[in-house]
């Protein structure tokens, strides 16, 4: 009789770790290129490409998933937001329901791919037109004669929220606290400022502003 070979377990071993490795890197492979395909949207709806996503810094799911990769993705400047996005075929994602099998994912939250991407590019777009609103009013006070450094500008983090973000200024008659919304103003513009609470047109805001600003005559 012939005695039995144990040759086959190592091998057997061996082909099991290669598959894993194998299925881990087409994981990797399709969850990179996945998410190369929704940072090129984000691209076409205004985000800067550079510095939007690294796609060689994919991380292991938090949650254990082995068909997951978390993504740091930068819509803007300062704007960041974790992503989890599936390793399958591109078309499973994009057809994927919230909390549906496959779904996208940001910052725990499931979503469909098409809202998701309108989601963060509003969300850079609403920083961007903060940035823009308040250039022009600095452009604006500073013709009036109130020119303001940039570190007598600054962004009240307690007081954010909303479609508005809070600033203040520091003027030559103390702080002036500004509410900017996330939607253009300017001349003709019904958007309304906030000046230390109240709200204004911006004609308006500029006057508020400048008068808040003014120091009050000696007595």
Wanted: hydrophobic letters at 40%; one cysteine or more.
């Amino acid at each position: 009789m012939t005695e039995e070979s144990n040759s086959a377990t190592p091998i057997s071993v061996g082909a099991t770790t290669g598959s894993r490795e194998s299925e881990s890197a087409g994981v990797d492979a399709l969850a990179r290129a996945n998410m190369a395909a929704f940072a090129a949207e984000l691209v076409e709806r205004g985000c800067a490409a550079e510095g939007l996503v690294d796609l060689d810094a994919a991380e292991e799911d938090d949650d254990g998933r082995a068909e997951y990769r978390l993504f740091v993705v930068r819509p803007y400047e300062g704007y960041e937001q974790w992503i989890a996005i599936p390793g399958v075929e591109l078309a499973v994602v994009r057809g994927a329901e919230p909390d549906g099998p496959w779904s996208i994912e940001c910052e725990g939250d499931s979503y469909v791919w098409a809202d998701l991407v309108q989601e963060l590019a509003d969300g850079a777009e609403g920083l961007r037109a903060f940035g823009r609103n308040v250039a022009l009013l600095r452009a604006e006070l500073a013709r009036r004669g109130l020119a303001l450094r940039d570190e007598e500008v600054n962004v009240d983090v307690d007081a954010c929220g909303g479609c508005y973000e809070a600033f203040t200024l520091r003027t030559p008659a103390g702080v002036v606290r500004l509410g900017v919304p996330d939607r253009e103003v300017g001349p003709g513009s019904r958007m309304e400022l906030m000046v230390d609470g109240h709200g204004y047109l911006y004609e308006q805001a500029i006057e508020a502003i400048l008068a808040a600003a003014t120091p009050a005559p000696s007595a």
